[in-house]
């Protein structure tokens, strides 16, 4: 089941949307990000809740409206990137060109009331807008404010820019991944939304010391060790074994087979009754951990001779001739569907899994049965079925309750409605060109 | 007061011996100072959610079965010799937490359990449904007994679901999320295997998605009052890291696997230095006035009026001549020559080299912790300085069930420990 939500008639009153109030109902947040780390940090902290504010300008797009790294240029208008709604869902847009004096004082006016500030630029250039968390902590002292930079607010290297695939690269994540006789991986998107989780959880730990102890702070993240962060162990190898690790792909330091294998078809030609397009081609991922899962694979596939096979007997031996071992299992996956094999394997109680993506993510159905998509319908193009949070809150639940907003789409509902300025200063403010 | 008040607060300024900006802010206490945490969860998610609990200063108490969590047998193991203290997992994701031995099987074991998870403020655990209900665990009764208890799961497919007892392992959860795909897609338009991230890095994802969610129900019980129950199916958190290209296959057919990255010439591309990999990502048109400006300006990069050519213009020629001028250098000359000119690149660190990295110290992003039969080891921090809180002295993995006497005293009654032991509940 999709639900849906509608965005054409704007954004103003999009908070009274939320069904029920979110662990950040109420709370107000200058979001100063652009690509997709910072936005989809920023947008964590919206889909709980929080009213964020996003700061645009015509004179400086963010360009995942206009192009992404992986599909180069965009063709739509600005306001129908794909990419931009992805990672600014529930968002209000503000245009402010904070070159200008007017411009920084309506940062200035929101700062006052609210209760963080979150951006992505290299460190030091709010600080030279007069925007800095020394400039908003003037205004209101509890402030809450996350700067993550590619690198961090401090050290010789603070300066430097970066995109997802660096912050990989400097974080020694693209060193191990990839197969073992291949070169490292550049890694992608997934990399900045990892960043910008990370970005999002030092906000809310900000927020919560907020709550108890009534102090506002200054959170300086850095995007490449959040992706160090995540690969932990890796680090101690080299104080505690003395080397680093190396490139293993799908496969395991101990158990075999473990591997993905091709299929004959992502899903059975009967599966596809809703008409929705999958993948043609399928993969399968299948682990042993185990003698039982060894035998309960050979069982289910009718490959009983591998058991007999001297070099297959031992989970050691499998392990040491994986690489004759894994045509003989492909050889078997290649006539069968991935879907349904997976599914057999683990009736069978064997770790299995078909490799997904797209559409066949979204008609999985533990993906229906939690929830499924939520339908959002962008003001300039149709509707999108979007992936839902990525937790389950009993009681606030976290919602999507807008797609995101085209640009400067609330500027007027902002300083209108949020700051109360009247039309004459809106009007002022247009003229000297603040709200380009 | 903390050794790291200088990093948390030098903002700005290059070197470790820089004046903090605040000098005579005092710093509040730690972040979660005076919350507990009880644990009950094995290998990387559930551990690493708390560990972050901990670390930033939660009393966190891990529940063990008599044979420990697995992942203190997973290798690889320190030196000396595997022991069930020395997994590198294990130490990793298990910092600043106290070990209790519980036996689960028995009916006093899971009372102690109770009262401990009873008297937490969060319950992290990685049980399935089935489990919990074996242990007495109901989230939903203990959500109906514990108001103020935040219970905190993340399984492989969620609470709720047909697929929530599902057999997986770290592989096949990677490629069920589609995340192993994604990782696929960035090598371009092979039609090859999908292919799992380095590490653990997307068992990892499901840990940080916990984390956050409690964070976040942290925030509701003191604003709201009540605690709740956190869902966090693990593949669901590996998808959302790819949600923006999973959302354009569904709804726009698209898009084709990232364009051909020979030089890094179009949006970014890996370049083989003389002594590694680069990664350099140039897709504002400064940033790729910047890398030929890197390259000191050649020719063929402008036209007759001496104006840049529109990179997608210019043919595999470029794209050579970008390969050939990093091969000729070494990562570090290319990233610092990059990095000058605005020109966001990287090079393939190992591991090791990131530790040696003068940012990565300056910054204290890792911190030697002892721990007393492994030997001394870096272990990495936050990836964020709250410059408001102390940060906590952390401490290493603790010793299976060094802490159970002491924990499980109060919750004993009338048991002394030593009768407790002989009757198997500790």
Redesign the interface.
């Given at each position: 089941m999709t639900t849906t939500t509608n965005g054409s008639n704007g954004h103003h009153g999009l908070l009274q949307a939320a069904n029920r109030?979110?662990?950040?109902s109420g709370k107000r947040i200058i979001d100063f990000t652009w690509a997709?780390a910072g936005p989809y940090g920023a947008m964590?902290l919206a889909l709980?809740g929080a009213e964020l504010i996003k700061i645009e300008s015509a004179t400086r797009i963010d360009?995942s409206r206009q192009?992404?790294?992986?599909?180069?240029s965009f063709t739509g208008g600005v306001n129908q990137a794909?990419?931009f709604?992805?990672?600014n869902l529930n968002k209000y847009s503000i245009q402010l060109n904070l070159k200008m004096d007017g411009a920084k004082q309506v940062i200035r006016d929101l700062a006052r009331t609210a209760d963080g500030a979150i951006d992505n630029f290299r460190?030091?250039i709010l600080?030279k807008l007069g925007l800095g968390?020394?400039d908003l902590r003037e205004v209101n002292p509890e402030i809450v404010m996350?700067s993550a930079s590619?690198?961090?607010?401090?050290?010789?290297?603070?300066?430097?820019?970066?995109?997802a695939?660096?912050?990989?690269?400097?974080?020694?994540?693209?060193?191990?991944?990839?197969?073992p006789q291949e070169?490292?991986?550049?890694?992608?998107?997934?990399i900045d939304?990892?960043a910008g989780?990370?970005?999002?959880?030092?906000m809310?730990?900000?927020?919560?010391?907020h709550?108890?102890?009534g102090?506002?702070?200054?959170?300086?993240?850095?995007?490449?060790?959040?992706?160090?962060?995540?690969?932990?162990?890796?680090?101690?190898?080299?104080?505690?074994?003395?080397r680093?690790?190396d490139?293993?792909?799908?496969g395991?330091?101990?158990?075999a087979p473990?591997?993905?294998f091709?299929c004959a078809s992502m899903r059975a030609p009967e599966a596809y009754t809703d008409g929705h397009?999958g993948a043609r081609?399928g993969?399968i991922?299948?682990?042993c951990?185990s003698d039982e899962d060894w035998n309960s694979l050979c069982e289910y596939s009718g490959l009983d001779h591998l058991r007999e096979d001297p070099r297959f007997r031992t989970g050691l031996k499998r392990w040491k001739h994986r690489t004759e071992l894994k045509p003989m299992i492909e050889a078997w996956t290649s006539e069968r569907s991935a879907v349904e094999t997976?599914e057999a394997l683990?009736a069978a109680?064997?770790?299995?899994?078909?490799?997904?993506?797209?559409?066949d993510?979204?008609h999985s159905?533990?993906f229906r049965?939690?929830g499924g998509a939520v339908g959002v319908r962008p003001p300039e193009t149709r509707l999108?079925?979007?992936?839902?949070?990525?937790?389950?809150?009993?009681?606030?639940p976290?919602e999507i309750v807008s797609p995101a907003p085209r640009l400067g789409e609330d500027t007027d509902y902002v300083l209108g409605r949020m700051l109360g300025y009247d039309q004459d200063r809106i009007d002022a403010l247009a003229r000297e060109g603040a709200l380009e | 007061m903390s050794r790291s008040h200088c990093v948390l607060d030098c903002r700005g300024m290059s070197t470790r011996s820089a004046e903090p900006l605040d000098a005579d802010e005092e710093l509040g206490p730690p972040l979660l100072d005076g919350l507990l945490v009880v644990e009950l969860a094995e290998e990387i998610a559930g551990p690493f959610a708390s560990r972050l609990l901990a670390d930033a200063g939660a009393q966190t108490i891990k529940i063990e079965p008599p044979r420990g969590d697995v992942s203190r047998r997973m290798a690889p193991f320190a030196e000396p010799a595997p022991d069930r203290e020395t997994s590198t997992s294990w130490l990793a994701y298990n910092t600043s937490k106290r070990s209790v031995i519980l036996d689960m099987d028995t009916a006093s074991g899971r009372r102690v359990l109770q009262q401990l998870v009873g008297s937490a403020d969060v319950f992290v655990t990685d049980r399935t449904p089935a489990d919990l209900f074996e242990l007495d665990l109901n989230p939903d009764e203990l959500r109906d007994r514990y108001p103020q208890l935040i219970i905190a799961a993340v399984t492989p497919f969620g609470l709720v679901g047909g697929a929530a007892e599902w057999p997986s392992t770290a592989l096949t959860r990677a490629h069920a999320s589609g995340s192993a795909a994604g990782v696929r897609r960035n090598l371009g338009a092979d039609t090859g295997a999908p292919l799992m991230a380095g590490a653990r890095v997307h068992e990892a994802d499901g840990g940080m998605a916990l984390a956050l969610a409690v964070w976040s129900a942290l925030i509701a019980r003191e604003r709201f009052g009540h605690g709740q129950i956190v869902d966090v199916a693990s593949t669901e958190a590996m998808m959302n890291m790819d949600r923006v290209d999973i959302s354009i296959a569904h709804n726009d057919g698209g898009p084709p696997a990232r364009p051909p990255t020979k030089g890094g010439s179009a949006f970014g591309g890996r370049l083989e230095c003389a002594d590694g990999h680069l990664i350099a990502v140039t897709p504002q048109s400064h940033q790729w006035a910047g890398l030929i400006k890197s390259m000191g300006d050649p020719e063929w990069a402008f036209d007759a009026d001496g104006s840049l050519i529109d990179r997608l213009q210019l043919g595999e020629e470029a794209g050579d001549a970008i390969e050939q001028w990093a091969g000729a250098r070494t990562r570090d000359e290319v990233f610092r020559a990059l990095q000058e000119n605005s020109a966001p690149a990287g090079p393939v660190l190992r591991p090791s080299e990131v530790m040696n990295s003068e940012q990565m110290q300056v910054r204290e992003f890792f911190d030697r912790l002892e721990h007393p039969i492994a030997n001394s080891a870096r272990y990495p921090q936050f990836a964020a300085r709250w410059n408001g809180a102390q940060r906590v002295a952390r401490t290493a993995a603790p010793l299976l069930g060094s802490s159970t006497a002491d924990v499980t005293t109060p919750h004993l009654s009338p048991w002394s420990p030593a009768q407790a032991r002989r009757a198997g509940v500790i």
């Open positions: 109030p979110g662990p950040l997709w964590q709980l360009h192009r992404s790294l992986a599909m180069g794909p990419m709604n992805e990672v460190p030091g600080e968390y020394d996350v590619a690198l961090g607010a401090t050290g010789p290297e603070r300066n430097y820019t970066g995109y695939p660096t912050f990989a690269a400097l974080s020694g994540l693209s060193y191990l991944s990839g197969e070169p490292p991986v550049m890694m992608g998107g997934s939304l990892r989780t990370t970005a999002a959880m030092a809310l730990a900000g927020f919560h010391y709550a108890r102890t102090r506002g702070q200054f959170i300086d993240a850095s995007s490449s060790e959040a992706i160090g962060m995540h690969i932990a162990e890796e680090f101690l190898h080299v104080d505690l074994l003395g680093d690790g490139r293993i792909g799908n395991h330091r101990a158990y473990h591997d993905v091709r397009k081609s993969w991922a299948i682990a951990r997976a683990r109680g064997v770790p299995a899994a078909a490799s997904v993506w797209g559409s993510i979204h159905e533990n049965e939690r999108r079925e979007v992936l839902p949070p990525p937790w389950k809150l009993s009681e606030t976290a | -």
